[in-house]
T-cell receptor, first 120, second 112 residues
Framework: GAVVSQHPSWVICKSGTSVKIECRSL??????MFWYRQFPKQSLMLMAT?????????EQGVEKDKFLINHASLTLSTLTVTSAHPEDSSFYIC????????????????FGAGSRLTVL | DAKTTQPTSMDCAEGRAANLPCNHS???????VYWYRQIHSQGPQYIIH???NNETNEMASLIITEDRKSSTLILPHATLRDTAVYYC?????????????FGKGTTLSVSS
């Protein structure tokens, strides 16, 4: 089945530094990937839609200059948290839909295992 | 506005069937019902989806009412490893560029 890999699975950084999180579709291509953020005891919140070869689309309230998204190929999207602060500490999860799925009417997304960011 | 309503939490004894309800009374004719679960500190895992008919796979069964306003996810023989948050999501079909929007889900606790 489709597999989405995220790296790193956890990262600790100092306040003010930048952190990059990679999301890869291992056995399929994805023109679109989605980034979510999850705070403790809360549900997943959609941050942005990453489009291969074009600019990402950000949800209302998400700062595009702070959360840089690059979808450079059909199998890789990256999320860079710039000038991270403690309030950016969260669980970041990406997902993708396999192109050309047999059940092409459905929008089944495959999710990565998540990346836990702690900013000190 | 939330498109689905689920109970906040449910308990189930190990080995028994877990029946998780979901209300989606405003579902449109072009929307599927999806179920995902999230085990603590992991990414969501796809379970099953359906449009009109009941569906079954190796993980669970999905029962959708005839009017499609509600559905039930059934885990036939719950195990401790099924303890997780279960999300019921509705989303339009044939929209590959559409993200899934998660509600609060149901926390299922399976105990021995």
């Amino acid at each position: 089945g489709a597999v989405v890999s995220q790296h790193p699975s956890w990262v600790i950084c100092k306040s003010g530094t930048s952190v990059k999180i990679e999301c890869r579709s291992l056995d399929f291509q994805a023109t679109t990937m989605f980034w979510y953020r999850q705070f403790p005891k809360q549900s997943l919140m959609l941050m942005a839609t990453s489009n291969e070869g074009s600019k990402a689309t950000y949800e209302q309230g998400v700062e595009k200059d702070k959360f840089l998204i690059n979808h450079a190929s059909l199998t890789l999207s990256t999320l860079t948290v710039t000038s991270a602060h403690p309030e950016d500490s969260s669980f970041y999860i990406c997902s993708a839909r396999e192109q050309g799925r047999a059940d092409s009417g459905a929008n089944v997304l495959t999710f990565g295992a998540g990346s836990r960011l702690t900013v000190l | 506005d939330a498109k689905t309503t689920q109970p906040t939490s449910m308990d189930c004894a190990e080995g028994r069937a877990a029946n998780l309800p979901c209300n989606h009374s405003t579902i449109s004719g072009n929307e599927y019902v999806y179920w995902y679960r999230q085990i603590h500190s992991q990414g969501p895992q796809y379970i099953i989806h359906g449009l009109k008919n009941n569906e079954t796979n190796e993980m669970a069964s999905l029962i959708i009412t005839e009017d499609r306003k509600s559905s039930t996810l059934i885990l036939p023989h719950a195990t401790l490893r099924d303890t997780a948050v279960y999300y019921c999501i509705v989303s339009p079909l044939n929209q590959a560029g559409t993200a899934l929007i998660f509600g609060k889900g149901t926390t299922l606790s399976v105990s021995s």
